[in-house]
């Protein structure tokens, strides 16, 4: 899918559609919705014109979820993205760097690969219970 805000209800029902498939509880199913929001956003806002192609892949593991977020847009490594200044006040701060942290926090592992003109991110999140 393209990579564009009015593609996001798509992404958000196709992630609906894997936490049921794979009867993921609530919280689960939460932290990936948070995380492919945020994710499938910045692609939108940042990852170029003309807008990027996304690929969304989700799989179970025995012990673990896993998203993985490609796209052609610009090259950008959100593991390496400095994280927010939380020293000065809210107003003070400057805008962004919020989204990547949160998304940072909610997985359990975030790894960034780019390879040619794909930028390939792998999220997983370790599981407990069905």
Not at 19 to 27: F, R, S
Not at 57 to 72: G, N
Not at 78 to 90: E, L, N, R
Not at 114 to 129: C, Y
Request: glycine content about 6%; charged content about 20%.
């Amino acid at each position: 899918m393209t990579a564009e805000k009015s593609h996001l209800r798509d992404a958000m029902i196709w992630l609906d559609t894997q936490c049921a498939a794979n009867h993921l509880n609530g919280e689960d199913a939460a932290r990936l919705a948070i995380v492919l929001e945020e994710l499938f956003l910045n692609v939108a806002e940042y990852g170029g014109v003309p807008p990027p192609s996304v690929e969304l892949t989700f799989a179970r593991e025995p012990l673990a979820l896993q998203l993985v977020v490609e796209d052609d847009g610009v090259p950008f490594d959100p593991t390496a993205a400095a994280p927010p200044d939380f020293s000065a006040g809210a107003n003070e701060r400057p805008l962004g760097r919020l989204g990547i942290h949160m998304v940072m926090h909610l997985m359990d592992e975030v790894s960034y690969t780019r390879a040619g003109e794909l930028n390939r991110l792998v999220l997983r999140k370790f599981i407990t219970s069905a």
